[in-house]
């Protein structure tokens, strides 16, 4: 698939295929609206997906070290 290919695509087809794949091993936090610009205004409310890869207690850990790691960046 070609970067060009992936615009075709909804957003919910390309977070559900990264869900299916067998080799993901990640998180994915995503805004429950999409975004059409860059502006943040107000309160949003974000969703935390994955897959049988992890289980609940390692994806806490994870997001925990990130954001950690996103404290020091300050």
Do not use: C, K
């Not at 075709?8 to 998180?27: C, D, H, K, N, W």
């Not at 936090?29 to 969703?47: K, L, P, Q, T, Y």
């Not at 890869?53 to 404290?71: F, I, K, P």
């Amino acid at each position: 698939m070609t970067p060009g290919e992936l615009e075709l695509y909804p957003t919910s087809e390309l977070i559900a295929e990264l869900l299916r794949r067998t080799t993901f091993q990640g998180v994915i936090v995503h805004s429950n609206e999409e975004a059409r610009g860059s502006d943040w205004s107000g309160e949003r409310i974000f969703r935390v997906l994955f897959n049988a890869n992890l289980s609940t207690e390692e994806v806490g850990r994870l997001l925990d070290v990130v954001s950690q790691h996103l404290a020091n960046l300050e």
